[in-house]
């Protein structure tokens, strides 16, 4: 036998070597990605839940509206940031953890968010009491 055929057999066995390989890979990233949501749907962080805060406002000034448009989507903003941080820190921290590191600050922050837009209502219509108070706390779901 010439060097050139055994050349081209150990070519050929190497070929099919690498294609098993790589379809043995995937296969195997398939079985995982399936297990690895299986497993995300099972044990789900869950969601936070915040009030609406749009309904509950009083009729808003023409000069106010942008600014209080700006802060809704700020609170928007503020809860799937929140929800984002939930998922991406699942498992750390103690019993506590979702309370003290995640919900406790969103509700700083809409406090905050949500005085702004009664500040903004507020500079040409009656300012609009109690609202941060009643709709800052969410919840996990």
């Known amino acids: ?3 050139r055929n055994t050349k081209r057999r150990w070519l050929g066995v190497g070929t099919g070597a ?3 390989l790589i ?4 296969l195997g990233v398939a079985a995982a990605q399936t297990n690895n949501n299986n497993n995300t749907a099972a044990g789900s962080p869950g969601t936070i839940v915040c009030p609406s805060v749009a309904d509950k406002l009083p009729a808003i000034p023409a000069p106010a509206q942008a600014e209080v448009a700006r802060n809704l989507q700020l609170l928007d903003t503020q809860i799937a940031e ?18 003290n ?5 969103l509700k700083d922050k809409r ?6 837009i009664a500040t903004a209502i507020g500079r040409n219509a009656p300012r609009p009491e109690g609202l941060a108070e009643a709709l800052s706390a969410c919840s996990l779901a």
């Open 101 to 105: 590191a995640i919900l406790g600050p």
């Open 18 to 20: 690498v294609a098993l």
């Open 111 to 116: 406090f905050a968010t949500i005085n702004r």
């Open 82 to 99: 929140a929800n984002q941080r939930l998922a991406t820190t699942r498992g750390q921290g103690g019993p506590n953890f979702v309370n």
């Open 23 to 26: 379809v043995g890979l995937g």
């Open 1 to 3: 036998m010439s060097t």
